[in-house]
């Protein structure tokens, strides 16, 4: 298995899942803009990466940005591998595509966040 490959088994595809993710009270979230992160605790960890319609009308452009995210995930996942399996959603907010070194801080950012507020929780 590649070291920081992104296979099948993390993607986030359960509608069970999502819909757990995104109750009221269950989930946390964290936000560094343009990018909000949705996690809670789960039996293995899973992403799933959403670029609404309403801010980029062109599959071309929402397609661009979800591989910006997922390649920055991708490259930074080993923040998360020590920790506990989280579901993790991340989510886009913004209607301006910026550079992939942008979004990359953001995701290192939001996964560094998350981990530090895991890691307090567990002592």
Request: net charge positive; with cysteine.
């Amino acid at each position: 298995m590649k070291k920081n490959g992104f296979p099948k088994h993390e993607h986030l595809c359960s509608h069970m899942l999502i819909e757990r993710l995104f109750e009221p009270g269950e989930s946390k979230s964290l936000q560094a803009y343009p990018l909000r992160m949705v996690y809670r605790e789960a039996e293995s960890t899973q992403v799933l990466i959403s670029v609404p319609q309403r801010f980029f009308h062109n599959a071309v452009d929402r397609n661009r940005v979800k591989r910006q995210i997922r390649e920055a995930y991708r490259t930074n996942k080993s923040i998360l591998a020590t920790l506990k399996p989280l579901s993790v959603a991340f989510l886009w907010l913004d209607s301006k595509h910026y550079p992939t070194s942008v979004i990359n801080k953001k995701v290192c950012n939001l996964l560094q966040r998350g981990s530090e507020i895991l890691a307090q929780q567990s002592c």
